[in-house]
């Protein structure tokens, strides 16, 4: 069957609210208290139960979904079944996520991924020269594929930190990348990306900085450039990603 | 007549071709005198109190022209990017600096992202030439389109007719192509895609629907009685000049590029100029917003342009307007939760065209109504069509959920026009059932 199924009789409806919650688990990063890299992306294919509605409060959402590796290339099948409780309290942005996952990739496995993305990304020669990924045709050159999967990891921080009930962000586009030599090792890079928001169908530019090594904590610092409504205050999202949400079972 | 599935690589250019390339380039360049932007860069302030914003506007005032605005001081808050030519550069960025107005380079150098951009077209167009055939699986020019249109007309003059309707803001022609096996005032139907120009997968599907419907006429029975009784009729540039401004400047432009005095933000979105519900909730009646809706209903003329042509017809029985992404199939109302009178079956149709659809590549959609599936929004399309009384109407939103957006890869436009084939064969069939 083709459709996501919310239990009937459906509650007082929010248009966005069952959405809200697999796009927020799409973006925020579930791989971070392993100080994974493995990135994983939530099928479409979910079910979600809305379980607390409360205006005061917020919205408590239910979801159950499967996961699969993000490399489309790479097709190992599902990953697992997953299921996850969202939380948004009194609809602010940074949704509380617990997810809790059966059938992982072992460990050894995930830390050899991620130390063969980091001699990718310190292979690359600099300066990149690099315009757009993907470029407008929506082609990604194989060999600026690392640097777009470390840009995506980046900006689904970002997009979490940002995501509401009512917003939902997707990476349009990179449009600059520069990486910066480090005296520790670590891959130190600051990028341009363009943000998509659904409700607004704005193009959100925002200046990601993003420092990493295996094993360690993943640093975001970010600089967006919202367009105001005229109910909110003033205008530009910016922060440093703190630790997220914990996870069980990961 | 199709091009080869799946796109992909090529075999490179030969030493010959790409001196001649680069030849020609040069030629073309010199030929058409165009500007050059070396070393011109695009900065983006973002003022921090009126008093900034005054001293923008300042700038802007400044005689010889010292900055080019693509978006003018407006509001606070609102990002300002202006084009400075590489002579200014010096005297802007101090000027800023020295007034504690933080910017950031947008662009480092207009000029090669301009030839990059033209290069990766000539070598497209090249190709194209060379293989002597026009290819399904990539992304083209307006003007590729307009090409392919007169082309396809004149191949299959039996069918199809090339139908002026009206003419964009910046004076393009706005073309609809009418497939018609005779009679007069057959019942009809109507497809649309690129209302929004960044969609660029629903053009791409617009023409490889166009070319499967002349090539399976006499060959699918449910196709062949469709059009034995109705006409179907396919716009697909809604919005030209948006779409021209994807190619040449701004790739995730989504209106269109109207102007108006005083006014410093461009363009209106045309889903949201539609006379039901216009300026209600989910859309804006700010200028500089994506969902601004524009002064007043059918304001703008490429919206104008179809509503008259429906409206003068006075034979629609069906509707659907083509967009992307999200992978959804949605019916009115837009404007709000209350559900249309024929809800359960737009319902069971939806949900036997996405069935349709998936059964081709196991694509998944959601369905249901526009306010219920994807959100709130006034004054769109399919809201009109079906106050119009055009029972039949829906919107598609294609390719994918969010991995590549609006930039599908090309090799995707094939599975998804022959997917969505599907799904919109059976609401054609559904409709060609059901006459009122």
Known sequence: ?????????????????????????????????????????????????????????????????????????????????????????????????????????????????????????????????????????????????????????????????????????????????RQWKTNDDTIDFDYTVLLHELSTQEIIPCRIHLVWYPGKPLKVKYHCQELQTPEEASGTEEGSAVVPTELSNF | MQGTPGGGMRPGPSPVDRRTLLVFSFILAAALGQMNFTGDQVLRVLAKDEKQLSLLGDLEGLKPQKVDFWRGPARLSLPVDMRVPFSELKDIKAYLESHGLAYSIMIKDIQVLLDEEREAMAKSRRLERSTNSFSYSSYHTLEEIYSWIDNFVMEHSDIVSKIQIGNSFENQSILVLKFSTGGSRHPAIWIDTGIHSREWITHATGIWTANKIVSDYGKDRVLTDILNAMDIFIELVTNPDGFAFTHSMNRLWRKNKSIRPGIFCIGVDLNRNWKSGFGGNGSNSNPCSETYHGPSPQSEPEVAAIVNFITAHGNFKALISIHSYSQMLMYPYGRSLEPVSNQRELYDLAKDAVEALYKVHGIEYIFGSLSTTLYVASGITVDWAYDSGIKYAFSFELRDTGQYGFLLPATQIIPTAQETWMALRTIMEHTLNHPY
């Open chain 1, 1 to 177: 069957s083709a459709s996501y199924r919310v239990p009937a009789p459906a509650p007082v409806f929010l248009p966005w609210g069952p959405m809200a919650a697999p796009q927020a688990l799409a973006s925020s990063p579930p791989h971070t208290k392993t100080n994974s890299f493995f990135i994983f992306r939530v099928q479409l294919k979910y079910s979600v139960s809305v379980f607390q509605i409360n205006p005061k409060e917020g919205c408590k959402v239910h979801v159950v979904f499967s996961t699969e590796r993000y490399n489309p290339e790479e097709r190992e099948g599902r990953l697992g079944k997953c299921s996850a409780r969202v939380f948004f309290k009194n609809q602010k942005p940074r949704p509380t996520i617990n997810v809790t996952c059966t059938r992982l990739i072992e460990k050894k496995k995930r830390q050899q991924e991620d130390y063969l993305l980091y001699k990718q990304m310190k292979q690359l020669k600099n300066p990149l020269e690099i315009v757009s990924i993907p470029d407008n045709h929506g082609h990604i050159d194989p060999s600026l594929r690392p640097i777009w999967d470390l840009a995506f990891l980046g900006s689904s921080y970002v997009m979490w930190e940002m995501t509401t009930q009512v917003s939902h962000y997707y990476l349009a586009q990179l449009t600059s990348v």
